[in-house]
């Protein structure tokens, strides 16, 4: 019996049995994740494979068109001969999800283009998302559900790309940057509205016996993104719900204060064992958050709720029970 109360015949690795005596769902019968090792039965990990190479060479003409009119239609880099450049080259960069530039650009004269294009100081990161971001947020403001905004960051690789001169990545040896992403969608019908914010951070190295206090004002701390970017976000409107959903990152004493303080609506997956109170009045005694979610485990998938800040307390190996 495993510690989920699972038990497997290893003669007869067909049939489970919990402590219901209930048969398991069948969809995890013949499961590749799924192994029995002499009396228990566990999940295995899926290993992550790598990607695929069948991507679309060529997107039909018509979904590029309507995905940059629709979205950077509006963009604005100073100049309408610009905006005809970046409209054209935006177009064939859509049509051509894989590959390099070279293969996006098929003809010289439309990489020459581009080039000189995104060397021209009007044309920033800002400046190029702002009409995505302003779509975005139309699309959130008009929607009558809820509306959850996923914050997380991914890396982009320019390793082997010196001139740059981007800061190192990884183990040290690459350079890139760090970009968060805040990516809102409609969950009930699984649609993505856009993109509401991104940031593009370089990783500064931290001084040498840097303390705590240096620590919380220095700016340049890779844990402010998760701040920065909700606080770049504008309020839910009167009547609208819009979640911030979060992982293990964002589980910081900063931006959940900023939340609560701001009003804002979040989930965000525990990385500490902190002290809290259930409800919105604080009266409550304080117990510990994971005890509490251990306990409620099964009802965790489905119900979220707002709790109040106590204290900033990691119990480390101490049992908070």
């Known amino acids: 019996m495993g510690a989920s109360g699972v038990k497997c015949d290893t003669k007869e690795q067909g049939v489970f049995y919990n402590r219901s005596r209930w048969p398991l769902m069948e969809s995890l019968l013949g499961s590749p994740y799924w192994k029995c090792r002499r009396h228990f039965f566990f999940m295995e990990e899926p290993i992550m494979e790598s990607p695929a190479t069948d991507y679309p060479v060529e997107l039909p003409e018509e979904i590029a068109q309507g995905f940059v009119a629709n979205y950077f239609g509006e963009v604005d880099l100073g100049h309408k001969s610009r905006n005809a450049c970046f409209y054209r080259v935006a177009q064939q960069i859509s049509r051509h999800p894989g590959g390099t530039l070279p293969d996006k650009l098929s003809d010289p004269n439309d990489y020459i283009a581009m080039d000189r294009l995104m060397n021209r100081p009007e044309a920033t990161h800002e400046s190029v998302l702002a009409p995505h971001r302003r779509q975005t947020l139309a699309k959130m403001h008009a929607h009558a559900g809820v509306v959850l905004i996923l914050h997380d960051t991914t890396v982009l690789d320019y390793s082997g790309k010196k001139a740059l001169g981007l800061s190192a990545l990884g183990n040290g ?93 979040c989930v965000v997956r525990s990385a500490y064992n902190r002290s809290i109170r259930l409800g919105h009045d604080g009266q409550a005694r304080k117990r510990c958050c994971m005890s509490i979610c251990g306990r409620c485990r099964p009802l965790a998938r489905y119900v979220a709720k707002r709790f109040t800040i106590a204290s900033w307390r990691k119990s480390g190996r101490r049992s908070c029970a």
């Open 173 to 265: 040896h690459g350079s890139g940057y760090l970009c968060h992403n805040s990516l809102a969608v409609d969950p009930e019908r699984r649609d993505v509205f856009g993109l509401v914010s991104q940031i593009l951070h370089q990783r500064v190295a931290a001084p040498r016996n840097e303390g705590v206090k240096q620590k919380r004002e220095r700016k340049t701390r890779e844990s402010r993104l998760w701040t920065r970017a909700v606080l770049s976000l504008p309020a839910a409107p009167a009547g609208k719900r819009w979640v911030d959903v979060c992982d293990r990152g964002a589980d910081l004493f900063e931006f959940l204060a900023v939340e609560q303080r701001l009003d804002r609506l």
